[in-house]
């Protein structure tokens, strides 16, 4: 089946809806962990320890606590096998220009969460009692990873998120896939797209480089990137990319401007302002 890069097929709004589960479960997982966790160093830290009416509040406030991390922890990782297993099977929708960095940035960041120094936020005394698999997380996150990684734009949206990514990321996760006793081929799979990610990022800062010098009239004004199809928004005249609007559609289906009614195929094509846009991006690499 084809598709045009900004067309929204009726499976990427699917698509669009699980990214956005997979990214509230897993924040509420985590968060539950946390929350957890300090209880758990109040209850060792209390002085005078905690006794009879306040004791007993306290542990049923825990076990309220420790039943809603258990819920969101085992349906956080099904939700992130099931992203696995639809990335090695249609990749091409996870890729797609509208929904790509959205996604990579979601991966960033909660491998970060999981493989970084803050991993220690989530260390309860018992992760079975929650059913907190970080493990599996790690390894159901880095298999989206390899499944998409011979994706240029997915690289390049990996290496462009100024939130989470960090040239540190990938070895930090690819040591805790060793530590967690993953398979070899895996960890080589791994290290071969932390090396591709990495060129990517160096092509990246020569990007935002360009970027930097443009005239205002080339950035788009809603995410301040350099546009590649500037469109005009019919209701509010406004220019923006047609990847930025196009990924705004996805879920609102209205001029961000003003909220009137919109649809992709309403917006208004700048031939013009393209072509100066591409002649500027020449000149400039040709120096």
Known sequence: MSYRRSDPPLFLRFVNLLVND??????EALDFMKQIRDKEMERAT????????ELQEFE????QLSQQARFHNMAAVDTSHTLALLTSCCDRFFCHSIIVERLSAMLNYFLHKLTGPGMKEFKVQNFEHHDFKP???????????????????????????ERSY????????????IKISQPPDMIQKFEDLTVKIQNAAEKQLQEVDLAEFAPEEFIDPIIGTLMKEPVMLPSSKNIVDKTTIARHILSDQS???????????QVIPQSELK????QWITKKRSK
């Open 22 to 27: 997979a990214h509230f479960l897993l924040d």
């Open 46 to 53: 209390h002085q005078p320890p905690l006794q009879g009416q």
């Open 60 to 63: 049923s406030n825990l076990t």
């Open 135 to 161: 493990s599996v997380m790690v390894a159901e996150i880095c298999k989206i990873y390899i499944n998409l990684c011979h994706n240029d734009d997915f690289c390049q949206a990996i290496s462009s998120d």
């Open 166 to 177: 960090s040239a540190e990321l990938l070895p930090k996760a690819t040591a805790t896939l």
């Open 255 to 265: 001029d961000p401007y003003n909220r009137s009614p919109l649809t992709l195929d």
């Open 275 to 278: 072509e100066r846009i591409e």
